[in-house]
Every structure is written in structure tokens, then in C-alpha cells.
């Protein structure tokens, strides 16, 4: 079973490039700035959508709401056991944006991601289906980010390596930082805002209560 800590699920799309996970130097909002969304509080468990259009659920479920102590920010967690069978919470905090119809989430990076904390944050996008009452989380793609950087889109740093793959030498992305400004990141996002995001979507269902 995949963990159902949804901010945690980075490493789906990190996996599929190369463990490269994108960070931004600044938050696409700062907690005097970020949105107070109600959409998302309550109790959410992932869900796969298969070909078949068959609908998996995970086994156990977590909760969204504001944050009562830090003006601006959102929690997300979840109580679950532990292999020693402790119970343990997960919590994770994050800031909202919104830009004309889209909404982002901006995340500090913390010891979870790839062992570091460094005060960097990562940057997904969500969509809210009132109908099916789902919600779409995207994470950057570092690809994508890379070629943003690379065309003066956006100000940050490319590191790569050498790296053998069928007897020849080529370069490999490691990492993929953005400097930009809060300001800045927003101006871009608002004339670009999918360009940077991964195709693929993790899906989100909200949990109805029980009578």
C-alpha cells in the first residue's frame, strides 16, 4: 500500500525523473498573502483511477484544515501505526495561492524529501471537482522546470552530471532550484500556469461523513 500522506506522494512523480525533486527558493505565497480555501477541509483518502475507468481506494484516510496557530498556513495529517505499532502522527504544512482560476500549493521542503531540509519549497497545483468531489494534485516536472530556467523564464540553477547509459557519456539532471521572487514566480505563473506542471495527477476523494 502506498502511503496515504498525499504531500509524501512527491516521490510517484520524482521516480519517474530520475529522483530529481524541483524546489523553489520562495513560496508562490507568503502567509500574509496565501488564500484561506474551505474546499479543502475535511477528510480525503487517495484514490486510483484504472483504465477501466475501476476506482481504487487506500485503506486509510487524512484530514486537511487551517492551521489555528499560524495565520496563512494549512495542515495536512494523518494518525496512523508505525511498524512498532505507535501511533504516530504525520502532519505537514503548507501555503495556498491562488492566480485567476488556478490554485497552488507551496511546501517547505522538509527531512522527508531525500534527507534535507534546506528552507526550500515545492510547488504542486490542484483542481477541486464539485461534481465528483475529487480533488487533482500535479507536481512540477524537474524536465519542464529545467527547460523554464534554461529559456530566461525563470531565474535558478541547473546541476547535472556525467553519467554512462549505453556505453556513451551524456549529462544527467541532479537538481533543478528556483531563485525567483515570490513576485516574480507569481508573474510567471499567471502567464504560464500549466507549462511547468507533470501530466500525470494524484488523485484525491473526499470521504463523506457518517450518519
Known amino acids: 500500500m502506498r502511503n496515504q500522506f498525499p504531500v509524501l506522494l512527491l516521490f510517484l512523480l520524482t521516480a519517474t525523473s530520475g529522483c530529481v525533486l524541483p524546489t523553489f527558493e520562495h513560496p508562490a505565497s507568503t502567509p500574509e498573502t496565501s488564500l484561506r480555501d474551505d474546499v479543502l477541509c475535511g477528510e480525503w483518502v487517495n ?23 499560524n495565520k496563512g498556513w494549512t495542515l495536512i495529517g494523518a494518525t496512523r501505526l508505525n511498524k512498532k505499532n505507535e501511533l504516530v502522527n504525520e502532519v505537514r504544512n503548507f501555503l495556498v495561492t491562488r492566480i485567476g482560476e488556478d490554485n497552488y500549493i507551496s511546501t517547505p521542503k522538509t527531512e522527508l524529501d531525500f534527507g534535507e531540509t534546506d528552507g526550500s519549497y515545492i510547488l504542486g497545483k490542484y483542481h477541486y471537482d464539485s461534481k465528483t468531489k475529487r480533488l487533482g494534485m500535479r507536481w512540477v516536472n524537474p524536465i519542464k522546470l529545467k527547460e523554464a530556467i534554461q529559456r530566461g523564464m525563470l531565474l535558478g540553477t541547473i546541476t547535472e552530471e556525467s553519467a554512462k547509459s549505453n556505453g556513451k557519456e551524456e549529462l544527467k539532471l541532479k537538481a533543478v532550484h528556483v531563485e525567483s521572487t515570490t513576485e516574480e514566480l507569481r508573474a510567471f505563473l499567471k502567464q504560464y500556469p500549466d507549462i511547468l506542471f507533470d501530466e500525470n495527477v494524484e488523485y484525491l476523494e473526499r470521504v463523506t461523513p457518517k450518519d
Open 47 to 69: 484514490i486510483t483511477i484504472l483504465e477501466d475507468g475501476t476506482i481504487q481506494k487506500e485503506d486509510e484516510t487524512f484530514k486537511i484544515g487551517h492551521d489555528p496557530k
